[in-house]
């Protein structure tokens, strides 16, 4: 099973894998089959969700039970494209749409006609918060990997503070003594929540040393 997000394996406060669901979840298991008495935890990046895996049998047998796990299957069932009446192919609806004279107006001197205008007012809405969307999922994940793994550390509710606040530069000096991989990890989703934003503010570029 293949998509293009990435993962990260943790046991205990050592960072054991991290890169494509493949590699994340064989790293587990081989740290598991090596005999050291640890949590494993596993995170998906990009959203921050914990995912449990059976790492049971061999390593096939491991990568063969994905494709019914749990998890993927919801996700899958999300990205499905529902179709309707009239270009169903293309999942087009046709629904009643209530307007102001003035709107109905503006909407017929539109080239394309009122569809079409509809559709361009649409998607220019849609690009214009899908920036903003992406930074504050990316910001979330990064509260939801330190409510898992750094809530007995010190500083943490004043790092959760911050983080929520975009206060990246005031994170820094509240994770220092935070366990190497784990303050690494967070620093990385903060840099990419930061970079995001910047994006969608159109700004400049905030590089990962400044966070």
């Known amino acids: 099973m293949e998509n293009d997000k990435t993962y990260t394996a943790f046991a205990g406060q050592r960072l054991i894998a991290s890169g494509n669901l ?18 494993i935890l596993v995170f ?11 790492l049971r049998g061999t390593p096939d047998e491991v990568l063969a039970r994905l494709s019914s796990h749990p998890w993927f299957a919801s996700s899958d069932a999300q990205t499905q494209v529902r179709t309707g009446p ?5 999942g ?13 107006e503006w909407l017929e001197q539109q080239p394309g006609g009122i569809s079409v ?10 690009k214009g918060g899908q920036g903003l969307h992406l930074a504050r999922v990316a910001r979330e994940a990064a509260g939801k990997f330190m409510w898992a793994m750094t809530g007995n550390l010190p500083n943490f509710e004043e790092a959760s503070r911050v983080l929520y606040a975009k206060d990246y530069r005031g994170l820094e000096p509240l994770i220092r003594d935070w366990p190497e991989d784990i303050r690494k990890h967070v620093e990385r989703l903060v840099a990419e929540a930061a970079r995001l934003e910047q994006e969608a ?3 400049p570029r905030l590089h990962t040393d400044d966070v």
């Open 44 to 54: 998906e990046d990009q959203s921050g969700g914990q995912i449990d895996f059976d």
């Open 92 to 104: 087009v609806q046709c629904r009643e749409v209530s307007l102001l004279p003035r709107h109905w």
């Open 22 to 39: 493949k590699t994340t979840v064989l790293g587990a298991k081989e740290f598991q089959d090596g005999g050291e008495n640890a949590l």
């Open 86 to 90: 009239g270009r169903p192919k293309l």
């Open 117 to 126: 205008a509809l559709r361009k007012l649409v998607e220019e809405s849609r």
């Open 201 to 203: 503010s159109g700004g």
